[in-house]
């Protein structure tokens, strides 16, 4: 047994220790973070056993959140999880989850601090009751200077005032997944002494990948330019790509980026007409900036197809955004695609008949 491997912990020491200006409420938020992590990672893993000691797990009461989704059991319990190990330790001033319509303000018994923690606390949710990977999403930010009780103005700030992102996967291993805006790391749970260890320093995307993620049952609602690139993966070695691609789904966003972040690829929840009231289906200060910060920490890039996720300006706490994701020779094709497509500059052949905005073009 190596006594001297580094967990979470001491990586966060570690790293704090080498700061210009260490935080040490930092130091401490991600220790709860982390400890909010394995709290879910064992309620995932006994999945309709009910947790010891927790009369309340056989009757967890849900309702339709405010994404008009049904909460799962987990869903709830993951969230009181969260705000129970992280309320207390007066590093926040405020939180918002996905669970939540409005921000979680902390109980006046427990002391303000500087940060604001943001968070989906069961991501992929549609996975819990088939024993599919889930995960729970992180975002930590500043809170302005002299504000001790945020409003919502004070959360929507751009993914580039992100301190810190994180996920943690529930798989077959548990894993948490860190930047501290200085590259990512990856933690593997060893269950045997409940540390968070490092297994992946320094997890970097490959730049160019020949798989893809997304739902294809939505095609019928995708612009052009997304057709045009998934058309063209398709098509494989046949096609102007001259190679074959693989696809995956999983539904669950912390697994795609997860092994997109070991092994590259892309993956997209990109702008669709399905719900003209919604400009994509992931949610950008909790699913979005967070995975966009890590990604690009990586090597990768992420975009909505017109703009870098990272800058976009929150108008609310539940905006959606579109989303396209990983390794970046493949982002920026969809990138161009998008903007060849907005200059009408993509049409295969140059009369109306057969180009992309024909009337001749099926859906
Ligand atoms: P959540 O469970 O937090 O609502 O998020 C699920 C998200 C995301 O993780 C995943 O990529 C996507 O929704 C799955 O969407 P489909 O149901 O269209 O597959
Ligand atoms: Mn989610
Ligand atoms: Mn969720």
Redesign the pocket.
Known sequence: MPYRRTTLSKFIIEDQRRAAAPEPELTSLLNDIQTACKLIAVAASRGGIAVPGDTRAPAVETAVNVQG?QQKPLDVIANDIMIGTCEWGGQLAGMVS?EMEQPYEIPAVYPRGRYLLVF?P?????NIDVNMPVGTIFSVLRCPEGVTAPGLEHFLQPGTAQVAAGYAIYGPTAMLVLTLGAGVHGFTLDPEIGAFTLTHPDMAIPPDSHEFAV?VSNERFWEPPVRRYVDECVEGTAGVRGVDFNMRWI???VA?VHRILVRGGLFM?PRDAKDPSKPG??RLMYEANPMAMIVEQAGGAASTGRGRILELAPAEIHQRVPVILGSRSEVERLVRYHAEYDAGEDAPFKTPLFNARSLFRTA
């Open positions: 989704e996905e989906d069961l991501d992929g949710s549609s739902n539904a669950s966003m795609e929840y289906r992931l």
